[in-house]
């Protein structure tokens, strides 16, 4: 059964800081997604990686994955207070479509 | 394109009810998905389904049912509901091909009591 995680699951950060979100997934996948969720809304795709060593950016927001390791990472680069939500990581189970969620990391950047 | 949208917006059951929560999209996508949020955590996958007419369970898919006629309707169907159903319901599709991004509803609030 496919599991996926993500730390921290709270993150307070001071505006201009830089800081890592780690997800680990515990089955073999190509394809991990990130998404945004602000509070009360619906969420938003931010990167879609396709394959070990993937590296996608947006902005201060960068992502990467490492199938190996069973890895990604979004790190975010001088926070500002608009990237304030919360992040989730989505696996997809044995190349099915179906997708697993991350329990997600609430960011909070302070002025 | 109005992409997926979902009705209603909020819903107050009591316990013991029935409801069907409505999910279009008319992006011609084959895969469609239905999550449920609860407070301050993650997406739980209900159901999903690969195209009209065949649909699979997920994480959580007791005391839920689903149908698929159309490509481009998805509903979910509550039945008996109990307070352990208060949430937050997301609808989702996506090609079902690479990259294979889904692309969210706005959310149907549910609460039972």
């Known amino acids: 059964e496919l599991k996926v995680e993500q730390n921290p699951l709270f993150l307070s950060m001071q505006e201009g800081k830089n800081y890592t979100i780690y997800c680990n997934y515990s089955?073999?996948?190509?394809?991990l997604y990130w998404y945004r969720q602000d509070p009360g809304k619906s969420l938003e795709s931010l990167f879609v990686?396709?394959?070990?060593?993937a590296v996608k950016q947006e902005g201060r927001l960068m992502a990467s994955l490492d199938t190996k390791a069973r890895l990604s990472t979004l790190h975010i680069t001088a926070a500002v207070h608009d990237l304030s939500a919360t992040y989730f990581c989505?696996?997809?189970?044995?190349?099915?479509?179906?997708?697993?969620f991350g329990t997600g990391t609430r960011l909070k950047v302070l002025a | 394109n109005a992409g997926v949208t979902q009705t209603p917006k909020f819903r107050i059951l009591k316990i013991g009810q029935s409801m069907t929560l409505q999910c279009t999209q008319d992006?011609?996508?084959?895969?469609m998905y239905w999550y449920r949020q609860d407070p301050g955590m993650g997406l739980k996958l209900i159901y999903y389904?690969?195209?009209?007419?065949?649909?699979d369970k997920g994480e959580v898919p007791n005391g839920y049912n689903v149908s698929r006629s159309t490509t481009e309707d998805f509903p979910l169907r509550l039945e008996l509901a109990a307070p352990s159903q208060t949430s937050v319901y997301f609808c989702?599709?996506?090609?079902?091909?690479?990259?294979?991004?889904?692309?969210f509803g706005p959310g149907t609030r549910l609460l039972v009591l």
């Open positions: 389904s690969v195209g009209a007419g065949i649909t």
């Open positions: 992006m011609n996508h084959n895969y």
């Open positions: 089955t073999t996948s190509d394809r």
């Open positions: 989702a599709s996506s090609w079902g091909g690479p990259p294979g991004a889904q692309y």
């Open positions: 990686l396709l394959s070990n060593g």
């Open positions: 989505a696996v997809d189970s044995s190349g099915t479509y179906k997708y697993i």
